[in-house]
């Protein structure tokens, strides 16, 4: 059957099979309907509830999650003769000679079909006990409503292709507002998806926070606290290296995080922000004779860094902030014969002679109308800017491809293309993959950009034209 084709049990597998199986499918779920309707008691209510509860049972035990408590089965034993749960489900998928039943184990135990280690499965994975660790992890976030539903257990063909605002997602976005409030009430961080790369598993996790909570004071302890739940968990599970996404290692939030180092000194996990390859990304985009650069966001942490080493290149760096210290801060960090390359401006005026933009915080169409005619905008600013200007060109946000090799990636992340992920989902990569042992929190270090850029492109890893 080509159902069984397929190892890992997901729902979008729960309905694939050959046509004569569907037919002979139909054919099955056909003899209950008209036995009630030979004894008088069918109705069209009772036909749309007959599929409907046919397809929950049957996406539920292809669901790759085990929701089933075992306190049932403990409490009335003869439950487990009745009641198919998606472990029991998954065993067919690896042993194909066992557990063929998919709502009612009864049939196996009569036709001596059953899993002898049905129900160890069951308990082990309940436990929280995995057979197999994954070796790296991402931690990403929930950017808005609307991307919310790019998801593979919503719409996996849509998740398949890069998020764009489509037609048929404005209708679902009022319902989208309650589940939003049920994530911020009850919600854990979850598995969004995985991927195999050289023999390696790699989850997504999802912390459930939407982009807009980051930044309310009140809800920012909260975020922290999954954050490092996630972390504690990652540890406990044996993974190698997790991976903070965008807003999880904001510097405000946890110094880029640094605060779960410092608090969990003995942590085996490798916790990582990815921004050293982010720097990389974007300072090997910048073309080689680029002699000045205008910068925003010139003090964050990723500003910081492209300064810096930009100047070490006798590159003039125009850094726009309203702070003379921290300015000063990041000047003295330099060299001092490249010192004279960092230039303090407080007004965009300062960027209309300069047809380079490095934008780091988000800018309006009055503030872009600054630079001039044939300027190119980089970024790496969340969300990105708006491309306003037909006489300009804009550089998406910083992105590799990753490996030919890798195996199972089925959705994309977020705007992204196929096995296209973010620069920071990347540098964990590379970090897993090169087994270093340090922690990459905190202030980026300059002098290991070009280090981390060597590698990715060592190990496959392509920037995105």
Aim: proline letters at 5%; charged letters at 15%.
């Amino acid at each position: 059957m080509v159902l069984n084709m397929s190892r890992s049990t997901e729902n979008g597998i729960a309905g694939t099979a050959t046509f004569l199986e569907h037919l002979f499918l139909t054919c099955v779920m056909a003899i209950p309907l008209l036995g009630a309707s030979w004894l008088g008691k069918g109705s069209i209510l009772l036909v749309y509830l007959y599929i409907l509860c046919f397809d929950f049972l049957r996406c539920m035990n292809h669901c790759n999650v085990e929701v089933v408590p075992m306190f049932i089965f403990r409490c009335m034993p003869p439950l487990k003769f009745l009641i198919c749960t998606p472990s029991y489900h998954s065993l067919h998928h690896t042993e194909t000679d066992t557990n063929f039943c998919l709502f009612m184990p009864a049939y196996d135990y009569l036709a001596n079909t059953i899993n002898k280690n049905s129900w160890l499965v069951h308990h082990s994975i309940r436990e929280g006990q995995t057979d197999r660790v994954p070796d790296f992890v991402f931690l990403a976030h929930v950017v808005d409503l609307l991307s919310s539903l790019h998801v593979p257990f919503v719409f996996r063909s849509f998740s398949s292709t890069p998020f764009s605002t489509r037609w048929f997602l404005l209708p679902l976005w009022p319902f989208t507002i309650p589940v939003m409030f049920a994530m911020w009430a009850w919600a854990k961080p979850f598995v969004h998806t995985f991927y195999v790369l050289r023999g390696r598993l790699h989850y997504t996790w999802v912390i459930p926070r939407f982009g807009f909570q980051y930044f309310l004071p009140f809800a920012q302890e909260g975020i922290n606290n999954l954050i490092e739940d996630a972390i504690l968990s990652a540890d406990k599970l044996g993974v190698k290296v997790i991976s903070l996404a965008a807003l999880n290692k904001n510097e405000a939030l946890n110094g880029g995080g640094t605060l779960f180092v410092q608090k969990h000194p003995n942590l085996r996990v490798r916790v990582v922000h990815g921004n050293t390859l982010t720097a990389a990304v974007i300072i090997n985009e910048i073309r080689t004779d680029v002699k000045e650069v205008f910068l925003t966001g010139a003090t964050s942490k990723l500003g910081r860094a492209i300064a810096l080493y930009l100047c070490r290149k006798q590159v003039r760096v125009l850094m726009l902030t309203s702070s003379t210290e921290r300015f000063q801060a990041i000047q003295k960090e330099a060299p001092v014969e490249c010192q004279k390359f960092l230039v303090h401006v407080t007004k965009y005026q300062a960027g209309q002679n300069c047809k380079t933009w490095i934008v780091g915080k988000w800018i309006s169409f009055r503030e872009q109308n600054w630079a001039p005619s044939g300027t190119h905008f980089y970024q790496f600013v969340v969300p990105p800017i708006f491309q306003l200007r037909r006489d300009c060109t804009y550089g998406k946000l910083a992105a590799m491809e990753l490996p030919g090799d890798v195996e199972g990636l089925g959705s994309c992340e977020y705007t992204m293309s196929r096995r296209i992920v973010h620069a920071c989902h990347a540098g964990g990569v590379v970090h897993s993959l090169e087994g270093w042992e340090h922690h990459e929190v905190g202030a980026i270090d300059v002098d290991r950009i070009d280090i981390v850029w060597k590698e990715a492109i060592k190990h496959g890893l392509k920037p995105v034209q």
